[in-house]
């Protein structure tokens, strides 16, 4: 007789469905965790594209395709802003104007007599831009963007009346339209940046709370491993926005005496943000384990669940228009029902989280806003000509040091104008039509070390060629120049608000904003082969600059994976080591805590780049991705020791002590006798009865082995 038939098709196809449902959320989770929206910054993108759309606008009515230079004007003139101080912001706008103008001017004259000027022209451009970063980011970025200009302008001859005939007089007028846009009509608030960066925070956090609550069955290994791998990124991110907002509290300008109070709020806030990641990280150990039982681990996902809208409701009222004058009681009510949520923890849970109230005028110290205005007042210098030779001097002696060392930048800077330069042979050999496009990207594609040019490289060349398909269908039916200039709107929108989210999307849609904008006013036949040429010269440029990172004084990161392990090592198993001792200094048990989940997430980022670099072969690459998979494991097995103390164990204690000695020898000396020490300590282990600190004793031996395995080989 034929077997019975165990599942129906109507079974099958549920089970289908579920796991259907399952893949779409977890590659929903994955695009939320690499393309963090909530840096989406809709305020910059409406700017540049107002500021782009006006000069197409402008040019179409007055029947002047040269507009089109004004608004590409206005676009980079946005992109170069600083976001800082008002005289900042017009340091870098109005500086971009003036010298991306007068370098174009310089490198359209020089090119004009022959290849080989054009060439030198733009080495030097190009060199001087790289070189240019040790003046900071913001210097960098707006000499590299001037640089692009100049090779743009290298290929049109210039032209400086009368004005309706000068490309290089309306682009400068674009350049000022858009600074002017910036610094009246639609000014930036002083603490719009510092609002947003601790919004951020709190939408980094009510983010890992959702990651921690996420998944069906909680008892599933796979699932288990996926949600603790998006919660570390998370975390990571977290941190890295928590960073953020506290170096952007520290650049507002504190002379705005009247925006005392939000200065103060946004400080506790920021203060508290950092306790309920401390918070978090511990809850999201005890969900993503299994030590916790069902009704256990159901419990805490619903409570990170309303722990998570609550953050999202917080991240709101800090970075809407009513941030600006925030209800203190407002404020303590939503902390107030945290504390609530972590009450109905378990017992023990509930007892070791309880959140802190510590606003700020409870600290050892003054009122911070006070220390900042005095320390500010204390580092004034008198103005006068004589103040401002003894800066330029200071710069200028800066940049000899740096070129007498021949340090990392004087080499970028060298190799930006090999590699600008090699762009600009190459499409001259070829006579690639508007080959400036391909010189633009490389310049802008090159980056201090192989691993950053690599990613962005890639990033660049892939959304080039998706841009520019996009570019192709929308030059297939739309060839009106108006309704050109209309369409630039919501691409240059999408371009600017998707720039600190994600490269790879800027990109993309950064290619069809400048090919519709070329295009504006341009032969409607010829639209279709145009967007092709320059979508096709992005991913040269893009090309050329990756292979210019590895050939001209190719620069790796200079960091000792050896080295970043064991600190990794040390500070898991002293953390491990405070959870064991039991109920303690919960201050100390966090600060534990997190300097070792920063170390894991450090280890993780740079053993992902020496990958990208090709330094490690197959060996060493699988070591250290189990070493830095079992130290997550080690963290969580802490926490939970930590929640849940168990009996006294000196014996336990001692060994771990042992053992960071043995982990601290090898990693110093690396010698047969220093293996063999940590060999004896691995055999003479502990043997526990509770589940958590067995799972931790086996999971140091492993971390051990994988580390040094030949402290597994034994002498007979």
């Not at 003054?366 to 005095?374: E, F, G, I, N, T």
């Not at 971390?703 to 395995?709: E, G, H, K, M, N």
């Amino acid at each position: 007789m034929p077997p019975p038939l165990l599942t129906s098709p109507l079974a099958l196809l549920q089970d289908a469905l579920a796991l259907l449902r399952t893949l779409v959320r977890l590659s929903l989770q994955r695009w939320r965790v690499r393309f963090p929206l909530r840096h989406a910054n809709l305020s910059e993108g409406l700017r540049a594209a107002c500021g782009a759309s006006v000069m197409l606008l402008l040019g179409e009515w007055l029947g002047n395709p040269l507009f089109s230079w004004a608004a590409m004007g206005a676009f980079l003139t946005c992109l170069a802003d600083s976001a800082g101080s008002n005289r900042a912001r017009l340091l870098s706008m109005g500086g971009f104007a003036v010298i991306s103008t007068l370098g174009g001017v310089l490198a359209a004259s020089v090119a004009g007599k022959s290849v080989e000027a054009g060439l030198l022209a733009i080495m030097a451009c190009a060199g001087v831009a790289g070189f240019s970063r040790i003046y900071g980011a913001a210097v960098g970025l707006v000499m590299m963007l001037a640089a692009g200009v100049s090779a743009i302008m290298a290929d049109a001859p210039p032209v400086l009346l009368p004005f309706s005939h000068s490309h290089v007089l309306i682009y400068f007028c674009g350049c000022a339209w858009a600074t002017l846009l910036g610094l009246t009509a639609w000014r930036i608030h002083p603490f719009a940046a510092a609002r947003l960066a601790v919004a951020r925070v709190y939408g980094a956090l009510a983010e890992l709370a959702v990651i921690a609550a996420d998944g069906e069955d909680g008892s599933d290994p796979a699932q288990l491993a996926h949600g603790a791998e998006l919660a570390a990124q998370s975390r990571r991110h977290a941190r890295i926005d928590l960073e953020s907002a506290r170096r952007v509290l520290g650049e507002v300008a504190i002379e705005r005496t009247a925006s005392r109070r939000l200065y103060e709020n946004l400080l506790v806030r920021l203060a508290r943000a950092g306790e309920l990641l401390d918070c978090l990280t511990v809850l999201a150990d005890l969900r993503l384990s299994h030590y916790q039982a069902p009704p256990a681990r159901r419990r805490t996902a619903r409570i990170l669940e309303a722990m998570a809208q609550l953050m999202r409701a917080m991240q709101r009222d800090v970075a809407g228009p009513t941030g600006a004058k925030p209800s203190p009681a407002a404020d303590a009510r939503v902390m107030m029902r945290l504390r609530q949520l972590v009450a109905r923890l378990p017992a023990v849970t509930s007892h070791r989280l309880q959140l802190a109230q510590a606003p700020l005028a409870e600290s050892a110290v003054a009122d911070p806003v006070d220390l900042k205005r005095a320390a500010r007042g204390g580092g004034a210098q008198p103005g006068g000509v004589r103040t401002w030779l003894a800066r330029l001097w200071s710069l200028a002696r800066r940049a000899l040091l740096h070129a007498e060392a021949g340090s990392d930048e004087w080499q970028h800077g060298w190799r930006c104008a090999a590699a600008a330069g090699a762009t600009y042979v190459l499409v001259h050999l070829l006579e690639l039509p508007f080959g400036y496009w391909a010189t633009m990207a490389t310049m802008l594609v090159m980056q201090p070390t192989i691993a950053d040019s690599w990613s962005r490289s890639v990033e660049r060349a892939i959304g080039s060629v998706v841009g520019g398909a996009l570019a192709v269908l929308l030059s297939l039916f739309v060839h009106s120049p108006l309704a050109l200039a209309l369409l630039v709107f919501p691409l240059t929108v999408l371009t600017m608000a998707l720039r600190p989210v994600s490269y790879g999307l800027y990109a993309t849609f950064l290619t069809p904003v400048f090919v519709l904008v070329a295009d504006v006013g341009s032969d409607p036949a010829q639209q279709l082969t145009n967007a092709m040429l320059r979508a096709g010269n992005n991913v040269i440029g893009a090309l050329v600059a990756l292979v210019a990172s590895y050939l001209f004084w190719p620069r790796r990161q200079r960091v000792d994976l050896r080295a970043q392990l064991g600190r990794m090592v040390d500070l898991n198993i002293a953390c491990l080591r405070q959870a064991v001792q039991g109920p303690g200094d919960s201050v100390a048990m966090h600060a534990c805590r997190r300097d070792a989940c920063v170390a894991n997430v450090e280890a993780g980022l740079m053993l992902q780049r020496l990958a990208r670099e090709g330094s490690l072969d197959g060996e060493q690459r699988a070591a250290a991705r189990m070493a830095v998979a079992l130290s997550r494991r080690l963290a969580a097995a802490a926490s939970h020791l930590w929640l849940h103390p168990q009996p006294p164990a000196p014996l336990l204690e001692r060994w771990l002590g042992e053992l960071a000695v043995a982990f601290a020898a090898c990693a110093d000396a690396g010698d047969r006798a220093a293996h063999r020490g940590l060999a004896a300590v691995l055999q003479a282990r502990p043997a526990p009865i509770q589940l958590a600190t067995a799972d931790a004793v086996e999971t140091l031996c492993l971390l051990a082995t994988s580390l040094y395995p030949q402290a597994a080989i034994r002498d007979e």
